[in-house]
């Protein structure tokens, strides 16, 4: 069905916020999936030169050292980025990690949660993020017509709202890597290899959604020994990777078993907890010490520590950079567009009835299958009033804050804060805001 893996044609990359602590990884799960997703070039593309450089060097030695033959650069001109290319990787953090912090510190200061993607502080993201991001959608459409963004740059709700409200004919595709993250856990808990042995049934918005069905291949149900589980357990495993290792991602994975007893039909997503869960995650937080700073005093100083050192021994033999096992949906989905694949992807995607009993114009994630001309979406059929009313509210909230960017209404803003569950009263939704918007002057659009 797909295209056989000899007639397959070389790709040429972009990889948009290419100063990311994710670059290096990716880069090198590009470079270890060459026999199936054949690469031609791979550009870097980041406003920040310095940020983006540091990467950049590292990653130009693991290239040449592991397959030369790859053509690689680094540009901060969104012309020559965006020139020539098929795929366009899109990881951008608008406001880097000082402005996660931010949107993490303000509203935890008036005792809401305070996290990147949910809640005020995902809203701020959001208004951070759709212009530049809308930005790269037209340098693409102009210079690289028939290429593709796979988008996985936060707040992704928000993010794929204003994309179908203002570029809605655009070719891009918005995806989350968390649903795969989770299956990943439940493939390691139920003993398989990987959650390619099982196909899913999902629906809900972006970092709000629930999954109703896990069967292998030869139809087995495998929910009933997943449950059995988590209702002990929650997510938490013997074996967890990467960023999953560390402690506040751990209490993440436990709290799967409190939203578990809440629905018991279904597994949840973990991002649930910060809105059905707010005052015990707020009780559980260091306010002055959010993810954040985690991230800043972990993650990214240890990258910047080894982009560095593999500079300064000229080779990267050693490197503990590596391929991202989770960071292979990346690949995936952009083999089944390249290559008609077709196999089935969690996409956020505009619902047109796939949820029968919610809106058509809200934007959902759901499975869907991916091939040469894109996505078609899997219907979904009707869903429960429990769910039903959680997503009403929660897109509610997005769609105000894509028209608040749209309108710089103070308002709507006000109102998307309000809307938003993780948020106890009118008041202190206008406290948060009002410090949001000087935490965010250089960013935001200006609101009256
Ligand atoms: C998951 C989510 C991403 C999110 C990330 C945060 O992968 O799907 O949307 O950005 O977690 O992880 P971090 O380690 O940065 O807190
Ligand atoms: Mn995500």
């Not at 290239?63 to 020539?84: C, G, H, M, N």
């Not at 794929?160 to 809605?168: F, H």
């Not at 938490?236 to 506040?248: A, C």
Request: hydrophobic share 40%; net charge negative.
């Amino acid at each position: 069905m797909s295209v056989p893996v000899e007639k397959r044609q070389k790709q040429r990359i972009v990889i948009a916020g290419g100063g990311s602590t994710y670059t290096a990884g990716i880069i090198t799960m590009l470079l270890e999936n060459n026999d199936v997703f054949p690469i031609e070039s791979i550009k870097l593309y980041d406003n920040f030169a310095e940020r983006q450089e540091r990467v950049a060097k590292a990653c130009e030695i693991i290239i040449r050292e592991r397959l030369p033959q790859v053509k690689f650069s680094w540009t901060t001109d969104p012309v020559e980025a965006f020139t020539d290319v098929d795929f366009v990787m899109a990881q951008i953090r608008v406001g880097l990690f000082a402005m996660r912090e931010q949107d993490e510190h303000i509203p935890f200061k008036h005792g809401c949660v305070g996290q990147e993607t949910c809640g005020p502080g995902g809203i701020a993201y959001g208004l951070r993020t759709i212009g530049p991001l809308i930005e790269m959608i037209d340098y693409m459409e102009k210079y690289s017509p028939d290429a593709w963004m796979l988008n996985y740059s936060n707040p992704a709700a928000i993010v794929a709202e204003a994309c179908r409200v203002l570029r809605p004919d655009a070719r891009v595709i918005n995806i989350c890597d968390m649903p795969v993250c989770l299956e990943e856990i439940f493939a390691r808990i139920l003993g398989k290899k990987s959650r390619k042995e099982f196909d899913v049934r999902y629906y809900g918005l972006n970092h709000f959604g629930w999954w109703t069905q896990i069967r292998d291949h030869e139809g087995n149900d495998l929910m009933p020994e997943l449950m059995a589980y988590v209702k002990e357990h929650g997510y938490e495993e013997h074996t967890p990777q990467g960023q999953h290792k560390e402690s506040s991602w751990l209490e993440t994975m436990r709290a799967a078993k409190d939203l578990y007893a809440m629905d018991p039909t279904v597994l949840w997503n973990t991002y649930l907890k910060y809105y059905l869960m707010a005052p015990e995650t707020v009780a559980h937080s260091d306010p002055f010490y959010t993810r954040a700073n985690e991230i800043m005093d972990r993650r990214e100083k240890d990258t910047t520590e080894e982009c560095e050192r593999i500079v300064a021994a000229g080779t990267a033999r050693d490197t503990w950079f590596a391929s991202n096992e989770h960071a292979m949906f990346i690949v995936d989905l952009a083999c089944a567009l390249a290559f008609n694949t077709q196999e089935r992807f969690l996409l956020i995607v505009p619902n047109n009835g796939a949820i029968e009993n919610f809106s058509a114009d809200a934007m959902v994630e759901i499975p869907c299958i991916v091939g040469k001309d894109g996505y078609e979406p899997l219907s979904v059929g009707k869903i429960p009033t429990f769910q039903k009313g959680l997503m009403e509210q929660q897109i509610a909230s997005e769609k105000l804050a894509v028209e608040a960017w749209l309108e710089g209404s103070y308002q709507k803003l006000w109102q998307s804060f309000m809307m938003n569950k993780s948020v106890p009263s009118a008041k202190i939704a206008k406290d948060i805001l009002d410090d949001m918007i000087e935490a965010n002057k250089d960013y935001w659009p200006e609101l009256h």
